[in-house]
């Protein structure tokens, strides 16, 4: 009978009008409660890695992590296999999610038990869903017979978010039968982030990517231009054709113009033979000219010629030959600026910045620096050859109250010199390696404390003495705290933990004694 309460629980997930990710967030607690374990993770498969789109029970960096199937040999195992696939606790293959449990004491996990099974959609691996838990013993036969009958269900939550983002997209994007959507299921994997700033760009430029006007990408050093400027080319109608790359700011002025529009025989001295240039590469596609005020103002003036007549003529030729290239370019300058100060032509700025795209700066996207955290993590997990690399409550905090002025980059070299550190320092390849915050080597005046922000939770009333006992008052300004670490994290209590600077299991002891349980 309680498989069939579990079954009649997805069903009632299934069929409940809800946004994709939300659905598939339920059905993951909904699992969670039923096999009592501490974290199940539902995983897309792209191409030779497998990356989290929902997940209840893990750190929120695990998000962010992209997990190579040929490096994790339990997810390969379950890959593999058509079903339900159980670990041993005393299974010597590491876990991918060592040290990323929420409930975990301390971070560590050293014995838990493990069980996985495929999912497909349409006779295809779509991907794989794993269940883990902190007592070893939790699964057994039984547990694998259900978890073999609940994954048809989760296949059909997968199958209908998938129809459900495609009718939804098709209603507000008409396209061709080549539309490449951008959601929750299927957002490019090289843009991590969850962050409404960041949802916002995303959706913009999918609207912009369908139409063939020129995109001026803004932004700090460190955005990641380049990959929004991907990301555009993938979701329009020339995604089939070819993206070049020109860096404006390492072109020499002498070689500017052979390099973009090419050259004929004998144009100048070393020209033995006529030579194409990026925008003839380009050409059916897009070029995306990355720090595009560099641009000497001799190429600027030929750079017009080519946003208004599409023409190109090439260094030493008389004649002129069209292209059909779009045009995106990206800069961290302000044009504007250079405009009245005379180094960039008013007509070129005029023509580039026909749709201007401001990208987010990573402090104003909070929500995304643990999900790329977690990115960068796993990343350097692979590259030094560690079991697993974890951040403790306090880097994490120390990541959260940095202001970022480099960006992602900043972030990510900040990840790799720390993870270096940390086993320069000591640790041991097959241990769960925890980077504390002194390895981040942040500015100190970053990584202060500060007290939780005021919430919807009203502060505690004035306690005057006499008005209750000492031990009573204490009670009172714990609760207070802990409602709104609460509330700020949206009632997450690893998150709230975090906030409050505990280890979450004593969080749950004293908030039932405080009577919030």
Not at 411 to 427: D, P
Request: hydrophobic residues 40%.
């Amino acid at each position: 009978m309680h498989d069939v309460s579990l079954l009649e629980t997805l069903i009632a997930d299934l069929v409940t009008d809800l946004p994709a990710a939300i659905r598939l967030e339920k059905v993951v607690k909904t699992l969670r409660t039923h096999f009592h374990c501490g974290a199940v993770v539902i995983l897309k498969r792209e191409q030779e890695m497998l990356r989290p789109i929902a997940s209840v029970g893990l750190a929120r960096e695990a998000l962010g992590r992209r997990y190579l199937i040929a490096q994790h040999p339990r997810l390969a195992a379950i890959t593999a296999a058509r079903e339900a696939i159980r670990f041993e606790p005393d299974s010597p293959l590491p876990d991918p999610y060592d040290g990323l449990i929420e409930e975990s004491p301390d971070g560590m996990l050293a014995v838990h038990d493990c069980m996985g099974i495929s999912l497909y959609i349409e006779g295809q691996i779509w991907g794989v869903l794993t269940l883990d838990a902190l007592t070893p013993g939790t699964f057994d036969e039984h547990t694998m017979h259900a978890l073999q009958r609940a994954s048809l269900l989760v296949e059909a939550a997968v199958r209908m978010s998938m129809i459900e983002e495609h009718v939804r997209a098709l209603r507000n994007q008409p396209r061709d039968n080549q539309q490449r959507y951008s959601n929750s299921i299927h957002e490019n994997h090289d843009i991590i982030g969850r962050s409404s700033r960041l949802m916002n760009v995303m959706q913009e430029l999918a609207v912009v990517a369908q139409s063939d006007l020129p995109v001026l990408l803004l932004g700090e050093t460190g955005v990641g231009k380049e990959l929004f400027a991907r990301q555009l080319h993938q979701q329009s109608t020339r995604s089939q054709q070819p993206l070049i790359y020109v860096n404006c700011a390492a072109l020499p002025e002498t070689l500017a113009e052979s390099e973009l529009f090419g050259h004929t025989r004998g144009a100048f001295s070393g020209a033995s033979q006529e030579r194409a240039g990026r925008f003839d590469s380009a050409d059916g596609g897009t070029i995306f000219l990355d720090e595009v005020g560099e641009l000497p103002l001799s190429i600027q003036a030929k750079l017009l010629r080519v946003l208004q007549n599409g023409e190109i003529q090439r260094l030493g030729s008389d004649r002129s030959h069209r292209v059909n290239v779009r045009i995106v370019a990206a800069t961290n300058r302000d044009l504007q600026q250079q405009v009245k100060t005379g180094d960039f032509r008013a007509d070129l700025y005029h023509r580039l910045s026909v749709y201007p795209l401001p990208i987010p700066p990573l402090r104003e996207r909070d929500d995304d620096i643990a999900l790329l955290a977690g990115h960068f993590l796993e990343l350097n997990r692979t590259r030094i050859g560690v079991r697993a690399l974890r951040l403790s409550p306090a880097a994490e905090q120390a990541l959260h109250r940095y202001d970022w002025p480099g960006n992602v980059r900043e972030l990510e070299h900040t990840i790799s010199r720390a993870a270096i550190k940390a086993l320069s320092r000591g640790a041991h390849r097959n241990d769960i390696v925890t980077i504390d915050a002194a390895l981040l080597d942040l500015p100190i005046t970053a990584t202060q404390p500060t007290l939780p922000e005021q919430s919807t939770v009203e502060p505690a009333p004035y306690m005057a003495l006499g008005t209750m006992s000492l031990r009573d008052a204490i009670d009172e300004l714990q609760r207070q705290f802990i409602l709104q670490a609460l509330t700020k994290s949206g009632y997450n209590w690893a998150q709230a933990a975090r906030l409050l600077d505990m280890d979450p299991s004593n969080l749950h002891k004293l908030a039932s004694r405080l009577g919030l349980k």
